[in-house]
């Protein structure tokens, strides 16, 4: 899924953060004196941008839904307080034009609204020519195109300093975290765009503020380039997302908390160590391919020798035999039984097809190996 979208280094956006930015604020402005105490509170730990939802959707109705407009007005404080950008999230045109006409220096665009190509691009549309950077959050669903095509709409309009914003995934599958954080789409995202900055939220990952340090940590471990976390003065009493907001205080001690992993190209003088590390992977990496070449060779004997015999391909016991000694071999060498049963599964499949495209041939166009 290859993707042209142009982006704008985060250090050419015009503001001046630090290496893993974080983003905090609370999930919902509710006053005027709200969005003060938690920018005071925030002093000491001092995010790079400061969040607030003002318009929020949510999944009831008769749930607050946002205070509106009139909030835009009390971000004035936060910034001169804590003297860095904010940012909003909107999910149409209106909010676009409100959102710029207060001077917001950042846009996000929630995971409800990614899943839509219609408000993505109504809100593209009231962007054309606007130069500011947008953040996209992942949309609810796991999938990778919808993401990408939300990034390539805002860069059709001229939108660069892009963002993504990694807040996990619905499944149906009930897991302790409230989004299922599925990694592997934010890192095909990064393989695709290096240069796209990934923030991840953890505040929506987790659903609960116990698990947001391990998971901010896990999120720098795995090279994603910052963090977005709901902070609130009284988190219990927040108007939304009580359970998974955290103090100013609180955010100081998990920020103080991250190990901040560089990446190897920020630290030539080790470039050579893991060059070598490299290498070793690599050789065996060579090893393997080779070894499995090897083995569907084999497989494909087998196959002539199954249609010269007139004998089925698939043969169950002779599979779960050698499943259940290859993952017991697997265990005694410190490889799980998931991932065992994954490997085993990939190869079966492949050698399932390449033995039935064997029975397929005549034996006078046998193909030798
Ligand atoms: C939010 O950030 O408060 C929010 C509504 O998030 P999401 O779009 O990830 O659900
Ligand atoms: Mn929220």
Redesign the pocket.
Known sequence: MSSKIEITNIADWGFDFNTNPIIAGP??AESQEQIIKIAEGMKGAKPDIF?A?IW??RTRPGTFEGIGKEGLGWLQAAREILEIPVTV?VANAKHVEEALEAGIEIL?I????TVNPFSVQEICDALQGVDIPVLV?NP?NPDLALWLGAMERLNKVGITKLGA?H?GFSSTIKTKFR?NPEWGYALRLKEELPELPIIC?P??ICGNREMIQEISQKALNLGLDGL?I?THHDPDNAW??AKQQITPDALHELMNNLVIRESVEARPELQSDIERLRQNVDHVDEQIIELLSQRFDYIKSIGDYKRENNLAVFQKDRWEKVTKGRVDMGKTKGLSEKFMMAFLDAIHEEAVKLQEDRIKLDTKDKVKV
């Open positions: 999930c919902s969040r939802g929020k959707p999230e996000w929630g995971a409800r609204t959050k609810i914003i807040r989004n939220d505040s929506h977005m709901e939304s997302d």
